[in-house]
């Protein structure tokens, strides 16, 4: 055997074997069962509905039964599987560097893996290495060549996905004051669905910190029985125990992540029942609660790393030096402050009309005090880096829009936490890069609501493994930075993504045919954003081929996101979103990777893929 092989001879020796070793009775036939079975120890995955109708397709035309069961010879097996799992697109890449030889050689490997996957330090023993493990061709591994079936398990493989896989792990520094880390956040944590009417339920905040939140929150009001309750006041959504809110966050606060949690409480209780919060939050969070004071003089709040395993209880406080009505403010009464800061009686009347906070709770409040803002220049003379605020979307952008140097110097020192405008009665979500554009942490979104915004709050959080806490970049931490989101001056990189294929892309509502085309969008600083798309190819949702190339120009990477959206076309009405996947441009590797897909809730579809070749120039031609 050598290197110049016919596709149609590696195939043949290959295929041909797997169907003699699935042929247990020897009788020269494979039924559909038997075909999934060896499907499965060939490592290959295919969707049943595609196995299904490639299957049926070969089985009518060659007319073969075994017993009263449609079955396929080694010809049609061949044929078969040619039709499901040869990939031209990888057959191309081999051709195309080997001069049609269709199998890489180690010396053609070794200049695959590093001028287009950008290995280093790769020697023969490296590329002796990944055909050992990846060649599915006993022959081919012997003479250390690798075919298309191998390609495919190397690139199938997740040190070839797109999002590297080192991020998959804590690798940044947690040791940074909380304030320099964006924080993954849930609003109206206790919702499942909207909060005009929908379902509210303890088992929210498993989703939510399932998914790896580790801000959430409690609407909190008087109960019956003395037992405080949680839900969405003036709506009809159902109304959840505070103990048993408490209970689930126990149960899940540290499954996903050790790093500190957030219980963010907005307070309308009356002092007795604030006193049963307190009592409920030490009985079942004990010692997870992180009661230790922070100096007057601290200039900055602890670190994640030094907070581990704690909860830190976000509220109001009663301070000795001011009245006691004046202490409860919660996000309602902040909001109408930040629309006219300068009103004083109407902040006061609006004060009055809450009750007193409880001494029992407000002990709880050590890291994490929630005050009112007036302007920058206020908080800094007045308060505290434990001392923190709220902020409803609308005024939190007005502010990074027309005071984006300032916004970033506060959220140096001071926690800001950012939550949707109470219009928003369906629970749908705002644009989140703009806040994080600024460094707020604390960028609260509904988690529970399908869309883009979820898509962008995932990619963000899905680097430094998951945690919860992303280290901002240097210049949100940088005390002399100048950097302003809306007035970006630095010179671009440039990014060449090629779109060169899928793989079973699938339409689960609908189960059509689709006509599918790939739209790439860059969610960052306003100068990056941009978005293109590809052809559409129709009828053809199973492996559909692009080949097309999109340049964009990025001038903050370390903000970026960028998100892939397979959508199906339809010329009588909107385009149907049927898989997404979006992550942080500084978490993508170069050369040919997959893009392994999800569905609109950020949950995975195991077999649907895109398969992309990515280039990243730092220094482009002006």
Same mark, same amino acid.
């Given at each position: 055997?050598?290197?110049?092989?016919?596709?149609?001879?590696?195939?043949?020796?290959?295929?041909?074997?797997?169907?003699?070793?699935?042929?247990?009775?020897?009788?020269?036939?494979?039924?559909?069962?038997?075909?999934?079975?060896?499907?499965?120890?060939?490592? @290959?995955?295919?969707?049943?509905?595609?196995?299904?109708?490639?299957?049926?397709?070969?089985?009518?035309?060659?007319?073969?039964?075994?017993?009263?069961?449609?079955?396929?010879?080694?010809? !049609?097996?061949?044929?078969?599987?040619?039709?499901?799992?040869?990939?031209?697109?990888?057959?191309?890449?081999?051709?195309?560097?080997?001069?049609?030889?269709?199998?890489?050689?180690?010396?053609?490997?070794?200049?695959?893996?590093?001028? =287009?996957? &950008?290995?280093?330090?790769?020697?023969?023993?490296?590329?002796?290495?990944?055909?050992?493990?990846?060649?599915?061709?006993?022959?081919?591994?012997?003479?250390?060549?690798?075919?298309?079936?191998?390609?495919?398990?190397?690139?199938?493989?997740?040190?070839?996905?797109?999002?590297?896989?080192?991020? %998959?792990?804590?690798?940044?520094?947690?040791?940074?004051?909380?304030?320099?880390?964006?924080?993954?956040?849930?609003?109206?944590?206790?919702?499942?669905?909207?909060?005009?009417?929908?379902?509210?339920?303890?088992?929210? #905040?498993?989703?939510?910190?399932?998914? !790896?939140?580790?801000?959430?929150?409690?609407?909190?009001?008087?109960?019956?029985?003395?037992?405080?309750?949680?839900?969405? *006041?003036?709506?009809?959504?159902?109304?959840?125990?505070?103990?048993?809110?408490?209970?689930?966050? $126990?149960?899940?606060?540290?499954?996903?992540?050790?790093?500190?949690?957030?219980?963010?409480?907005?307070?309308?209780?009356?002092?007795?029942?604030?006193?049963?919060?307190?009592?409920?939050?030490?009985?079942?969070?004990?010692?997870?609660?992180?009661?230790?004071?922070?100096?007057?003089?601290?200039?900055?709040? +602890?670190?994640?790393?030094?907070?581990?395993?704690?909860?830190?209880?976000?509220? /109001?406080?009663? &301070?000795? =030096?001011?009245?006691? *009505?004046?202490?409860?403010?919660?996000?309602?009464?902040? *909001?109408?402050?930040?629309?006219? @800061?300068?009103?004083?009686?109407?902040?006061?009347?609006?004060?009055?009309?809450?009750?007193?906070?409880?001494?029992?709770?407000?002990?709880?409040?050590?890291?994490?005090?929630?005050?009112?803002?007036?302007?920058?220049?206020?908080? &800094?003379?007045?308060?505290?880096?434990?001392?923190?605020?709220?902020?409803?979307?609308? #005024?939190?952008?007005?502010?990074? $829009?027309?005071?984006?140097?300032?916004?970033?110097?506060?959220?140096?020192? #001071?926690?800001?936490?950012?939550?949707?405008?109470?219009?928003?009665?369906?629970? /749908?979500?705002?644009?989140?890069?703009?806040?994080? %554009?600024?460094?707020?942490?604390?960028?609260?979104?509904?988690?529970?609501?399908?869309?883009?915004?979820?898509?962008?709050? =995932?990619?963000?959080?899905?680097?430094?493994?998951?945690?919860?806490?992303?280290?901002?970049?240097?210049?949100?931490?940088?005390?002399?930075?100048?950097?302003?989101?809306?007035?970006?001056?630095?010179?671009?990189?440039?990014? &060449?993504?090629?779109?060169?294929?899928?793989?079973?892309?699938?339409?689960? /509502?609908?189960?059509?045919?689709?006509? +599918?085309?790939?739209?790439?969008?860059?969610?960052?600083?306003?100068?990056?954003?941009?978005?293109? $798309?590809?052809?559409?190819?129709?009828?053809?949702?199973?492996?559909?081929?692009?080949?097309?190339?999109?340049?964009?120009?990025?001038?903050?990477?370390?903000?970026?996101?960028?998100?892939?959206?397979?959508?199906?076309?339809?010329? =009588?009405?909107?385009?149907?979103?049927?898989?997404?996947? @979006?992550?942080?441009?500084?978490?993508?590797?170069?050369?040919?990777?997959?893009?392994?897909?999800?569905? *609109?809730?950020?949950?995975?579809? +195991?077999?649907?893929?895109?398969?992309?070749?990515?280039?990243?120039?730092?220094?482009?031609?002006?």
């Amino acid at each position: 055997m050598n290197s110049s092989l016919s596709l149609d001879d590696i195939q043949k020796e290959w295929v041909r074997d797997w169907f003699r070793r699935a042929d247990l009775n020897g009788d020269k036939l494979l039924s559909r069962s038997e075909i999934e079975n060896v499907l499965k120890e060939m490592n @290959a995955t295919f969707d049943p509905r595609a196995i299904k109708n490639f299957f049926n397709a070969v089985a009518v035309e060659r007319k073969l039964k075994k017993g009263d069961k449609k079955a396929l010879d080694e010809e !049609g097996f061949e044929e078969f599987y040619k039709m499901i799992g040869l990939r031209k697109d990888l057959l191309q890449i081999i051709m195309q560097l080997t001069d049609d030889k269709q199998v890489f050689d180690l010396d053609t490997l070794k200049y695959f893996l590093t001028n =287009h996957q &950008r290995m280093e330090g790769v020697t023969d023993e490296t590329c002796i290495a990944i055909i050992e493990k990846h060649e599915v061709c006993e022959e081919f591994r012997k003479r250390h060549m690798l075919t298309v079936e191998g390609l495919r398990a190397f690139l199938l493989h997740s040190s070839n996905n797109l999002f590297n896989p080192a991020h %998959n792990a804590v690798y940044q520094d947690m040791n940074q004051p909380l304030s320099h880390y964006f924080i993954n956040s849930s609003h109206n944590t206790y919702l499942l669905e909207d909060q005009m009417v929908g379902r509210g339920t303890a088992e929210a #905040y498993f989703h939510a910190l399932d998914i !790896g939140c580790r801000c959430v929150e409690a609407d909190c009001h008087d109960g019956d029985n003395g037992e405080p309750i949680v839900y969405h *006041k003036y709506t009809l959504v159902d109304k959840v125990l505070f103990e048993d809110v408490i209970r689930s966050v $126990k149960q899940h606060a540290l499954k996903t992540s050790k790093y500190p949690l957030i219980l963010s409480l907005e307070v309308s209780c009356s002092v007795e029942q604030q006193d049963r919060m307190a009592e409920i939050l030490k009985e079942l969070l004990g010692d997870l609660i992180f009661t230790k004071s922070i100096s007057e003089d601290a200039e900055r709040l +602890p670190s994640p790393e030094e907070l581990k395993g704690k909860v830190l209880i976000r509220g /109001s406080k009663l &301070r000795s =030096h001011k009245i006691v *009505k004046e202490a409860s403010i919660d996000e309602d009464e902040n *909001k109408e402050n930040q629309e006219n @800061a300068e009103n004083k009686e109407n902040r006061e009347r609006k004060a009055s009309e809450h009750p007193k906070i409880s001494k029992q709770l407000s002990d709880l409040v050590t890291a994490f005090q929630k005050v009112t803002f007036v302007n920058f220049e206020h908080f &800094r003379e007045n308060y505290k880096c434990y001392q923190g605020t709220s902020m409803v979307e609308a #005024y939190a952008e007005v502010l990074a $829009k027309e005071q984006g140097a300032e916004f970033i110097k506060h959220n140096l020192k #001071y926690m800001t936490r950012v939550y949707p405008d109470g219009v928003r009665f369906a629970s /749908s979500n705002y644009d989140p890069m703009p806040l994080w %554009n600024v460094g707020c942490q604390i960028v609260a979104l509904n988690v529970q609501t399908r869309g883009e915004e979820l898509q962008m709050l =995932h990619a963000r959080f899905m680097d430094n493994g998951g945690c919860g806490y992303v280290l901002k970049p240097s210049f949100l931490r940088d005390p002399n930075s100048c950097f302003d989101p809306y007035n970006v001056t630095r010179r671009p990189i440039e990014l &060449r993504l090629r779109i060169v294929s899928g793989q079973q892309l699938m339409n689960n /509502s609908t189960r059509d045919i689709l006509d +599918p085309f790939v739209r790439v969008r860059i969610c960052g600083v306003p100068i990056d954003n941009a978005e293109q $798309k590809t052809g559409v190819v129709d009828n053809n949702g199973f492996n559909p081929i692009w080949n097309q190339t999109f340049t964009f120009q990025i001038h903050v990477p370390e903000l970026a996101i960028v998100h892939f959206l397979v959508r199906d076309h339809d010329a =009588h009405s909107s385009n149907d979103t049927i898989a997404q996947f @979006a992550l942080p441009f500084t978490s993508m590797q170069q050369g040919y990777r997959h893009v392994y897909l999800q569905n *609109k809730l950020c949950q995975p579809l +195991p077999m649907s893929s895109l398969f992309v070749y990515c280039e990243i120039d730092n220094d482009p031609s002006p």
